[in-house]
């Protein structure tokens, strides 16, 4: 879902700018076609996709049970995902913060629909869909946890099942303000945001040099750089932009660099000497200190 909501992010974030348009040529009016169409498609992933994912491996999270057709799911308005965006198999088919992420885009789509392409067929079933899915995340994604009260889930299923959780990668619960249109200050986004900063979260890690977010993509117990850009990312509070900007220089294991994962009792264990990802973050959060942006 993200690889389909992230080029749309950029493409609109750039119009809006510079008012630039010349990347909206007839090619992406058909791009954007099709990602409404496919979005919509998976929203019942059981009766109407043909999308199939096998692997030959022993790591249940790099391929799809069911032959590959994933989890069974039922009908929640969201629409369905395999991979989350660490290229981890989902637990549950429908990612809370993946959804978001696509209704978000889905408005944007809308907007470029209306006033670039003047195709008010797109526009509606854009904003439409984007509708839909709200919706599904406000029916089928929202929990009642029973310290931090009513907070999003990471991933459902329409059946029943929930993952109480939060990914390290973007989109997730804690990026919600930058991906999913949400206010910061938001009732529900900050009572998620206490449970995902909290040992209640499996991925939540602390050490002696670090506490943040990790995933089930690196090695047990690793932090990851951009879930700490993240995490400074989404508070109005300068002195936690600063601690964790500090944070985040004294962890590069000497490197001088962002990595993917680094183990907060040994900076000097990591993953990917060089993570463009997180060290573009890291920047984003220090201009965001700045007042730059």
């Not at 700490?228 to 900007?245: C, I, N, P, S, Y």
């Not at 990595?259 to 959060?285: K, Y």
Request: proline share 6%; glycine share 8%; with cysteine.
């Amino acid at each position: 879902m993200d690889s389909l909501a992230f080029p749309i992010w950029l493409a609109h974030k750039v119009w809006r700018r510079t008012t630039r348009t010349d990347v909206f040529d007839a090619a992406a009016h058909a791009v954007l076609r099709v990602i409404v169409r496919q979005l919509r498609l998976e929203q019942d992933h059981e009766a109407n996709s043909s999308y199939r994912f096998v692997r030959n491996t022993d790591l249940p999270s790099e391929t799809l049970q069911r032959e590959g057709r994933g989890p069974a799911s039922g009908m929640t308005g969201m629409t369905w995902a395999g991979f989350r965006p660490s290229d981890d198999a989902c637990v549950l088919s429908f990612n809370i913060p993946g959804n978001l992420f696509a209704a978000a885009a889905l408005r944007q789509v809308a907007e470029i629909a209306a006033e670039v392409y003047a195709d008010a067929h797109l526009a509606v079933e854009a904003a439409e869909l984007a509708a839909e899915i709200a919706a599904g995340v406000a029916a089928h994604g929202v929990v009642e946890h029973p310290v931090h009260g009513p907070m999003y889930a990471y991933e459902v299923d329409g059946l029943g099942n929930t993952l109480l959780m939060d990914d390290a990668n973007m989109p997730s619960l804690l990026s919600l303000p930058l991906t999913g249109g949400i206010d910061p200050a938001d009732p529900l986004y900050l009572a998620t945001r206490a449970f995902i900063l909290s040992a209640e979260n499996p991925f939540y890690f602390m050490g002696d040099h670090a506490a943040g977010i990790g995933s089930p993509h690196t090695p047990p117990g690793y932090i990851w750089p951009i879930a700490l850009a993240v995490q400074g990312l989404t508070t109005a509070d300068k002195a936690e932009k600063l601690r964790l900007l500090y944070c985040l220089r004294d962890t590069t294991g000497g490197t001088g660099r962002m990595h993917e994962g680094f183990d907060p009792n040994d900076p000097t264990r990591f993953t990917r000497p060089w993570f463009s990802w997180a060290n573009s973050m890291v920047a984003e959060l220090l201009l965001d200190y700045c007042g730059i942006g």
